[in-house]
């Protein structure tokens, strides 16, 4: 019913992530009403977005050049990697001003009924990133500084079925590679501001058994 | 946080309707992580529809030529409009089959608190179609041809207070300028499938008063 080149519009609009084909509709005629200077910058930002950012090749974080920003800071830690799923994960641990270490973007979490196995997952290179720190610090190559053993790894991936998971493989597959490193999980409890009432018990049994002298 | 092109773009897409900031982050990550040949037909599309899709000149629908699909069809009854507040409004009364008549687009609903007010919509250019396709049915030109005469203007602007206001200004205005021309309005009742229960008590009143034999 409506002319092509706005049928591709909303067809184009309904394949992202949660826009059905009504909402779809209504961003496309919502672009078509308003003036050029509003819509096309949309298109720009697309194009510009997809020309210039890639992935860091240390971390896999958004980059704009060959290493993301946090990996090029000197000021962050070397010593701590925390490991997340997705790089929009690291944006709330970053607005937490919490953590002042480096990241580790797998890409996703481990699924085998989505077909998600640990070698479609940045899992070799942080392996590699852990023990390789570890020979460097041992004096193994020219490069070998105290500042970049890793003694950490934070597994900060989601409190899923899917995130444990791979949160459960990566300490393993840390610890049997690097036995030295501490491997850490996120605490699981009460989210602030919250009623006991409305937990869910899987959620209070953990803040039980997390629970720290006051 | 984030890089320049990825701020760039979430702000872009943060300025679509019913879109929040943590949504367009999300739909930014996942333009982000899609291959080019997904994410750059989204800006094309954006582009095309800005370059190639206009008003029509006669109703003020979507068009791709200077007048719409609609209009430019010879099978379509001149005699009947149906007045719609939006371009996106043609599409659900087009699939009902019901109507075989031509379109006008209003581009919005009277609403004095926002400003919009009769020389805001195209209510001149609706009167003008209405009196003129009279004029013409008069011998007043060389045009003249009965099939141009407009015999009903159909009111199809939203059931809310705005659209029901245009509603009740559209029907004034016609009817002081051609009196001869019938004006209607959508019924309004309960939708079908629906419990008599759950009606809220103004829809029912409007079912009641609308009541017809069986």
């Known amino acids: 019913v409506f002319a092509p080149p706005v049928n591709r519009?909303?067809?184009?609009?309904?394949?992202?992530?949660?826009?059905?084909?009504?909402?779809?509709?209504?961003?496309?005629?919502?672009l078509l009403s308003?003036?050029?200077?509003?819509?096309?910058?949309?298109?720009?930002?697309?194009?510009?977005?997809?020309?210039?950012?890639?992935?860091?090749?240390?971390?896999?974080?958004?980059?704009?050049?060959?290493?993301?920003?946090?990996?090029?800071?000197?000021?962050?830690?070397?010593?701590?990697?925390?490991?997340?799923?997705?790089?929009?994960?690291?944006?709330?641990?970053?607005?937490?001003?919490?953590?002042?270490?480096?990241?580790?973007?797998?890409?996703?979490?481990?699924?085998?009924?989505?077909?998600?196995?640990?070698?479609?997952?940045?899992i070799k290179e942080l392996l590699e990133r852990v023990s390789g720190s570890e020979e460097r610090s041992r004096g193994a190559g020219p490069a070998s500084t105290a500042a970049q053993t890793i003694r950490e790894v934070v597994i900060a991936t989601n409190a899923t079925t899917t995130g444990e998971a791979t949160a459960l493989y990566l300490a393993d597959a840390v610890r049997e590679r690097s036995p030295d490193v501490a491997v850490t999980r996120l605490a699981s409890g009460l989210p602030v501001g919250s009623d006991l009432e409305y937990a869910d018990e899987v959620t209070l049994g953990n803040a039980l058994r997390g629970r720290h002298a006051l």
Chains 1, 2 share one sequence.
């Open 9 to 30: 519009l909303i067809g184009e609009l309904a394949k992202l992530p949660g826009i059905g084909q009504r909402t779809a509709q209504r961003l496309a005629f919502h």
């Open 34 to 122: 308003v003036p050029d200077e509003e819509a096309l910058p949309l298109a720009d930002a697309i194009r510009e977005v997809k020309e210039k950012v890639g992935q860091c090749e240390v971390c896999f974080n958004l980059a704009v050049e060959t290493t993301c920003r946090i990996c090029q800071d000197e000021r962050r830690e070397a010593s701590v990697i925390c490991v997340v799923e997705q790089p929009g994960d690291v944006i709330p641990i970053e607005r937490t001003n919490e953590f002042r270490g480096r990241y580790h973007v797998l890409g996703g979490a481990l699924s085998p009924i989505d077909g998600v196995d640990p070698e479609d997952l940045h």
